[in-house]
């Protein structure tokens, strides 16, 4: 006995998407507190008399507003939910002095977007936006707002990102510190350390001691020198300068040269007009400033103390102080600390 045909399947019907909203060119759309920040709203024609657009937010706004999302708590006083809070997203219009950076400057748009309308949408007796106008700007500028954090979130994580792996190199890239970081601070520690060392050494040789002359020359080969005999060893060049000082008993060397006056006088690319002979400060203090006629003047910076001057007068008078003319200055010259320095340079 043959079987019965089956029966000829239902055809599908197509879901239906709901039509899109068009919003209206002469009135604002009714925005409802469970649909603030879905659907984007157009304004009504008339609505501008200039033309404005929704400004681009500073990072430190979407920073903000990442941390504090802009909401409002909404509490139901009537029954059956009598008592219920909800929280509605918003968008400031006004601000205190004491509020947020961020939330000044979402309050600034708001006064920048009324500045921008036209009568229709403002109430001629309080001054104030119609309500309608105002529900429809805070919609807008909530979903600008997120649309700008969701830009802002994806450039982020994709900088964070770690690069994919090449095929030359499949290495996975191990997050935290490298177990070679502590070694490698400990070295530079004690790099720094035996650089201030050295400087400590080798700075006062260079600032106070002159050059030597050449070495002796080794005896030719094949030639022994005699027992007992040694080669001599040339004496330094004398000092470029002769300091003197003016006594009761007349003009004489200076017995009691400070350190510091040593150092900067034995400098070799020192001016020429500091070599020769001079003649001693008159006192260890400091004067003003240097007088007019100075010849020449040089800065001298030893650590541990204030830059001073040092100047020369006429006929090779020495003279200290604090300040002079700087576009008399001919160099500066910087030296490891001195305790020989006068007391008004100490810090």
Same mark, same amino acid.
Request: hydrophobic share 35%; with cysteine.
């Given at each position: 006995?043959?079987?019965?045909?089956?029966?000829?399947?239902?055809?599908?019907?197509?879901?239906?998407?709901?039509?899109?909203?068009?919003?209206?060119?002469?009135?604002?759309?009714?925005?409802?507190? &469970?649909?603030?920040?879905?659907?984007? *709203? +157009?304004? =009504?024609?008339?609505?501008? %008399?200039?033309?404005? $657009?929704? @400004?681009?937010?500073?990072?430190?706004?979407?920073?903000?507003?990442?941390?504090?999302?802009?909401?409002?708590?909404?509490?139901?006083?009537?029954?059956?939910?009598?008592?219920?809070?909800?929280?509605?997203?918003?968008?400031?219009?006004?601000?205190?002095?004491?509020?947020?950076?961020?939330?000044?400057?979402?309050?600034?748009?708001?006064?920048?977007?009324?500045?921008?309308?036209?009568?229709?949408?403002?109430?001629?007796?309080?001054?104030?936006?119609?309500?309608?106008?105002?529900?429809?700007?805070?919609?807008?500028?909530?979903?600008?707002?997120?649309?700008?954090?969701?830009? &802002?979130?994806?450039?982020?994580?994709? *900088? +964070?990102? =770690?690069?994919?792996?090449? %095929?030359?190199?499949? $290495?996975? @890239?191990?997050?935290?510190?490298?177990?070679?970081?502590?070694?490698?601070?400990?070295?530079?520690?004690?790099?720094?350390?035996?650089?201030?060392?050295?400087?400590?050494?080798?700075?006062?040789?260079?600032?106070?001691?002159?050059?030597?002359?050449?070495?002796?020359?080794?005896?030719?080969?094949?030639?022994?020198?005699?027992?007992?005999?040694?080669?001599?060893?040339?004496?330094?060049?004398?000092?470029?300068?002769?300091?003197?000082?003016?006594?009761?008993?007349?003009?004489?060397?200076?017995?009691?040269?400070?350190?510091?006056?040593?150092?900067?006088?034995?400098?070799?690319?020192?001016?020429?007009?500091?070599?020769?002979?001079?003649?001693?400060?008159?006192?260890?203090?400091?004067?003003?400033?240097? @007088?007019?006629?100075?010849?020449?003047?040089?800065?001298?910076?030893?650590?541990?103390?204030?830059?001073?001057?040092?100047?020369?007068?006429?006929?090779?008078?020495?003279?200290?102080?604090?300040?002079?003319?700087?576009?008399?200055?001919?160099?500066?010259?910087?030296?490891?600390?001195?305790?020989?320095?006068?007391?008004?340079?100490?810090?």
């Amino acid at each position: 006995m043959p079987l019965d045909p089956l029966p000829p399947l239902a055809p599908h019907e197509k879901k239906t998407s709901p039509p899109k909203h068009v919003c209206s060119m002469s009135t604002p759309c009714p925005i409802c507190l &469970s649909d603030v920040g879905k659907c984007y *709203h +157009s304004f =009504p024609k008339g609505t501008f %008399k200039a033309r404005f $657009s929704l @400004p681009i937010l500073p990072k430190f706004v979407l920073k903000h507003y990442a941390a504090n999302p802009p909401v409002w708590t909404w509490s139901i006083k009537d029954r059956p939910n009598k008592g219920k809070s909800f929280q509605v997203p918003t968008i400031p219009v006004a601000s205190s002095k004491l509020a947020p950076k961020a939330v000044q400057w979402i309050a600034a748009v708001f006064h920048l977007f009324k500045a921008h309308l036209s009568p229709i949408a403002i109430d001629t007796e309080t001054g104030r936006i119609h309500q309608a106008w105002l529900c429809l700007y805070q919609n807008n500028m909530y979903i600008h707002l997120q649309a700008q954090l969701k830009v &802002s979130h994806k450039v982020s994580t994709q *900088h +964070s990102s =770690p690069p994919p792996p090449t %095929k030359g190199n499949t $290495s996975v @890239p191990v997050d935290g510190p490298s177990p070679f970081s502590n070694v490698i601070a400990e070295l530079r520690a004690k790099i720094a350390l035996l650089h201030k060392k050295l400087y400590n050494l080798a700075v006062p040789h260079k600032a106070c001691c002159l050059r030597h002359s050449n070495p002796p020359p080794s005896p030719p080969l094949g030639v022994i020198p005699k027992e007992g005999s040694t080669n001599p060893t040339p004496s330094p060049p004398p000092p470029p300068f002769l300091l003197l000082k003016a006594s009761q008993n007349g003009i004489a060397p200076d017995p009691h040269l400070p350190s510091w006056l040593t150092t900067a006088l034995s400098i070799e690319d020192i001016p020429s007009a500091f070599k020769g002979t001079l003649y001693s400060p008159s006192s260890v203090t400091l004067s003003t400033t240097l @007088p007019q006629g100075t010849v020449s003047t040089i800065k001298l910076a030893f650590e541990g103390s204030t830059p001073f001057y040092l100047g020369i007068l006429p006929r090779g008078f020495l003279e200290v102080a604090p300040m002079a003319d700087c576009s008399l200055v001919a160099n500066v010259y910087r030296f490891p600390p001195d305790s020989t320095i006068p007391m008004a340079c100490w810090k």
